[in-house]
């Protein structure tokens, strides 16, 4: 940015938000790929049906996010003790969404992986509207 150049601070502020929702989607991707692991583990070689494999998945991904948003996205200060139990519940609606859209979109036929990435854009944008708004502000 051209410090000689004033900027209004909307534009800054969208500016400061795309640079945090990319960092999201940084953390969300490692904790994707973590969900993906077990979800493709779960339904390829133990038999696991696609819905809850995803939900299985769900959880190891939610616990990298977690991790991840605290310190690298969101920077906040506050204590585990505030923000953890809001992630869980954020967490675990998005959890249940994402296996409740894998197992429809599956079983009307969508393949597995392919329901999973639907699941997956929808799922991201409610977690960083929540994130943002609730849990790390």
């Known amino acids: 940015m051209n410090k000689d150049v004033a900027y209004p601070s909307s ?3 969208r500016r400061a ?7 999201f ?4 991707g490692a904790g994707t ?3 993906y692991l077990v979800l ?3 339904v390829k070689l133990l038999g696991v049906p696609p819905g809850r ?5 769900a959880v190891i991904g939610a616990i990298v996010v977690y991790l991840l948003s605290r310190r690298f996205t969101f920077e906040t200060q506050r204590r585990h003790r505030e923000t953890l139990p809001r992630f869980v519940v ?17 079983k009307i036929g969508l393949y597995f992986l392919l329901a999973q990435m639907v699941a997956t854009v929808v799922v991201l944008v409610f977690n960083f509207i929540v994130s ?6």
Request: hydrophobic share 60%.
């Open 11 to 13: 534009y800054i502020g």
């Open 53 to 57: 494999a995803s939900m299985a998945g």
């Open 40 to 42: 493709i583990v779960l």
């Open 132 to 137: 943002k708004l609730w849990i790390f502000r």
């Open 90 to 106: 954020m967490a675990t609606a998005g959890t249940l969404m994402n296996g409740a859209l894998v197992g429809y979109l599956s």
């Open 25 to 28: 989607i940084l953390s969300g």
């Open 33 to 35: 790929v973590a969900q």
């Open 17 to 23: 938000l795309g640079a945090q929702f990319m960092k």
